[in-house]
């Protein structure tokens, strides 16, 4: 851990169950697991647009205990590009405020 706490957070998530029994005509087009994948399947941005939060605890050399709360939407386009075009990667540098708890 960085003493000014910058350290990076990287999160993966899975979508699973979104469309069950489709059949795929075009098999010239090899099968990719990203983002294409849902275009292909004519799944709506929409319908599978999300959000998760998640709490940070942190404890210093002096034993005492912060925490926050982060809040982050799940970017599906981001300007001209979206998880359509197989992968979409956003970088968020926010300033969240830890309160000390214990």
Do not use: H
Not at 59 to 85: A, H, M, Q, R, W
């Amino acid at each position: 851990m960085y003493n000014n706490l910058a350290n990076p957070i990287t999160l993966s998530y899975i979508n699973q169950n979104i469309k069950t029994d489709y059949t795929l005509t075009d098999t010239s087009i090899p099968i990719t697991y990203d983002g294409s994948l849902l275009k292909r399947c004519n799944i709506d941005l929409n319908s599978i647009n999300c959000n998760i939060s998640f709490d940070i605890y942190i404890t210093n050399y002096l034993d005492e205990e912060f925490k926050t709360t982060v809040f982050v939407d799940i970017p599906l386009i981001d300007g001209e590009k979206s998880i359509y075009d197989g992968n979409l990667k956003v970088t968020n540098n926010s300033n969240f405020v830890f309160y000390r708890y214990k």
